[in-house]
Antibody
Framework: EVQLVESGGGLVQPGGSLRLSCAAS????????MNWVRQAPGKGLEWVSYISSSGSTIYYADSVKGRFTISRDNAKNSLYLQMNSLRAEDTAVYYCARYSSGYSLAYFDYWGQGTLVTVSS | DIQMTQSPSSLSASVGDRVTITCRASQGISSWLAWYQQKPEKAPKSLIYAASSLQSGVPSRFSGSGSGTDFTLTISSLQPEDFATYYC?????????FGPGTKVDIK
């Protein structure tokens, strides 16, 4: 069974940093492209960042470019999101989501349960 | 960026009703469209991909159609567990973008 379990969320002050983790199991993690998608309270879904299976290709949404860094450790079956210079508008539930195929753009076939990041003073 | 719109934004329906939700892309996306279901406080769940292909394990009362810019999600006979918010998503070009959602609640 595919499982994605996020952790690392919490309350942080504006300008602060946080590192999210996503532990993957039930599939060959190193063969799949991975993403972070977020959802502000009461709002819709927003794609945040993509990383290829090898980690060699990375994309970011304009809203987080230069502040967030996605990475992965295939030996540990883990995905990460380093978030710096956090703003109030970054407050959201952050989901780890797997792409369905080996393409660099696909649909999200599995999602984690999410971790809440709150940016507030 | 490709903008996705959905209509209606919400609807009220009864168990057994046929429900149709529309999604429109701001430019042609071929059949690179997915549908997701999200229940309160839960992660989204994949329902449909490639506009009309049913994700494994999803009941056959869900179906999708369309290509280009106009797409529909149909629930043939609404069940109690189908009350949720539904999102469409395009994966034709970066960034992948979602519609604003359609909330289906009990009449």
């Amino acid at each position: 069974e595919v499982q994605l379990v996020e952790s690392g969320g919490g309350l942080v002050q504006p300008g602060g940093s946080l590192r999210l983790s996503c532990a993957a199991s039930g599939f060959t993690f190193s063969s799949y492209e991975m993403n972070w998608v977020r959802q502000a309270p009461g709002k819709g879904l927003e794609w945040v960042s993509y990383i290829s299976s090898s980690g060699s290709t990375i994309y970011y949404a304009d809203s987080v470019k230069g502040r967030f860094t996605i990475s992965r450790d295939n030996a540990k079956n883990s995905l990460y999101l380093q978030m710096n210079s956090l703003r109030a508008e970054d407050t959201a539930v952050y989901y780890c989501a797997r792409y369905s195929s080996g393409y660099s753009l696909a649909y999200f076939d599995y999602w984690g349960q999410g971790t809440l990041v709150t940016v507030s003073s | 960026d490709i903008q996705m719109t959905q209509s209606p934004s919400s609807l009220s329906a009864s168990v057994g009703d046929r429900v149709t939700i529309t999604c429109r892309a701001s430019q042609g996306i071929s059949s690179w469209l997915a549908w997701y279901q999200q229940k309160p406080e839960k992660a989204p769940k994949s329902l449909i991909y490639a506009a009309s292909s049913l994700q494994s394990g999803v009941p056959s009362r869900f179906s999708g159609s369309g290509s280009g810019t106009d797409f529909t999600l149909t629930i043939s006979s609404l069940q109690p567990e189908d009350f949720a918010t539904y999102y469409c998503q395009q994966y034709n070009s970066y960034p992948p973008t979602f519609g604003p959602g359609t909330k289906v609640d009990i009449k």
